[in-house]
């Protein structure tokens, strides 16, 4: 069934990987009131090309915002920028995507500084929190928008307000015997971790305010992250 998306959705790391996948997959399925903001670092640098290229081919329905996530003075801007664009509207779906993984996999704990637990943890747990918290008033007047999703019986939903925090499998406390082995990653382990109590957190939270909250595990993907072959 072809489901045609509209609103406004904002997608974290969209210039490559799983984040440029899914600015291509939202993209195809935009109905006429839908825009997304695709941010990354370097809009106009040449890691970006391949976004610059999507959204050239949907004039109007994608614009490129520059967005540093371990940058809270970039995170303010963006907000500033996006809430002027949107106007009255409000923003439907935050995707935290964006993330790093260092050192590089297998990072074994030996290879592992304080200096990588600190950047990764700013990147992929504080950035998320702060993007949320600056993006709140503009989360909260689409659900305030959409008091006819209640009716519907549809309170919370992506199509409503909501934040998609992406984490892995390799953040499950459960799972940990079974993936340690593959790659020790303390880093981006723990920081996955904390990422699903800030999801928890914020779910309970911002549920008051009809806003949906939840981590997805992607699955494995072939990307500069996930590497070339299934582990
Ligand atoms: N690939 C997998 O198998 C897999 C599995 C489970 C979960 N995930 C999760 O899925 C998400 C995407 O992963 P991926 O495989 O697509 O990773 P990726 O190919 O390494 O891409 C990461 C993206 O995040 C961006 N990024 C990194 N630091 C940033 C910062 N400070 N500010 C803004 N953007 C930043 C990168 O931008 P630059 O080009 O500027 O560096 C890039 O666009 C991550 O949250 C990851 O943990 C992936």
């Given at each position: 069934m072809s489901v045609e998306l509209e609103?406004?959705?904002?997608?974290?790391?969209a210039n490559r990987?799983?984040?440029?996948?899914?600015?291509?997959?939202?993209?195809?399925?935009?109905g006429?009131?839908?825009?997304?903001?695709?941010?990354?670092?370097?809009?106009?640098?040449?890691?970006?090309?391949?976004?610059?290229?999507?959204?050239?081919?949907?004039?109007?329905?994608?614009?490129?915002?520059?967005l540093d996530v371990a940058d809270e003075d970039s995170m303010s801007t963006a907000a500033r920028t996006v809430s002027e664009k949107i106007a009255a509207g409000g923003l439907n779906l935050l995707i935290n995507n964006a993330a790093i993984n260092k050192p590089a996999?297998?990072?074994?704990?030996?290879?592992?500084?304080?200096?990588?637990?600190?950047?990764?943890?700013?990147?992929?747990v504080v950035g998320p929190f702060v993007l949320a918290k600056v993006l709140l008033p503009l989360l909260q007047r689409a659900a305030e928008k959409d008091s006819s999703a209640k009716d519907n019986g549809n309170k919370m939903s992506c199509r409503r307000a909501a934040i998609i925090n992406l984490s892995t499998m390799v953040s499950s406390i459960e799972k940990c015997p079974e993936?340690?082995?593959?790659?020790?990653?303390?880093?981006?382990?723990?920081?996955?971790?904390?990422l699903n109590m800030l999801t928890r957190c914020q779910a309970l939270d911002f549920k008051n305010h009809n806003i949906l909250v939840a981590a997805i595990h992607p699955g494995w993907v072939r990307t500069e992250m996930g590497g070339a072959e299934v582990r």
């Open positions: 609103g406004n959705i904002l997608v974290t790391g990987g799983i984040g440029l996948e899914l600015i291509k997959q939202l993209a195809v399925k935009m006429g009131e839908a825009h997304i903001y695709a941010c990354c670092r370097e809009p106009e640098g040449p890691g970006a090309e391949a976004l610059r290229e999507v959204a050239t081919k949907c004039p109007g329905k994608i614009t490129i915002i520059k996999s297998p990072a074994p704990l030996s290879a592992t500084t304080k200096k990588d637990m600190m950047d990764v943890y700013e990147t992929n993936t340690f082995s593959t790659a020790q990653m303390y880093p981006y382990r723990t920081s996955k971790a904390a």
